[in-house]
């Protein structure tokens, strides 16, 4: 079982930057696809962004494209998720996970971490 554990969040102005992590621990997260998801207040969970273990290759929610770069570091057992621009609707709080099929789906995802908050203000 993969353990994962976000930081980084905090309140930052519009236009502004900041860059989440999220530690593994249990078991190395090497082989498990990464993604980034997030739920503002009063909406469902939303995907941002995902990166495959293999090919590295990265998908972009259509609102962050652009703006948003999701990373890996499998040496620190560490996913990155640099947020540029930031715009009042990106307030939410942000998960990672981890899953084994590749996609868009929350389905896809076997272990979640706890969420940190994002508050971006006009």
């Known amino acids: 079982q993969v353990q994962l554990v976000e930081s980084g969040g905090g309140l930052v102005q519009a236009g502004g930057s900041l860059r989440l992590s999220c530690v593994a621990s249990?078991?190395?997260?090497?082989?498990?696809?990464m993604a980034w998801f997030r739920q503002a207040p009063g909406k469902e969970r939303e995907f941002v962004a995902s990166?495959?273990?293999?090919?590295?290759?990265?998908d972009d929610a259509d609102s962050v494209k652009g703006r948003f770069t999701i990373s890996r570091d499998d040496a620190k057992n560490t996913l990155y998720l640099q947020m540029n621009s930031l715009k009042p609707e990106d307030t939410a709080v942000y998960y990672c996970?981890?899953?084994?099929?590749?996609?868009?789906?929350?389905?896809?995802?076997?272990?979640w971490g706890q969420g940190t908050q994002v508050t971006v203000s006009s």
């Open positions: 996970a981890a899953g084994i099929i590749l996609g868009r789906g929350q389905s896809n995802y076997l272990y």
């Open positions: 249990r078991r190395s997260m090497k082989n498990y696809h």
């Open positions: 990166i495959n273990w293999i090919t590295r290759n990265r």
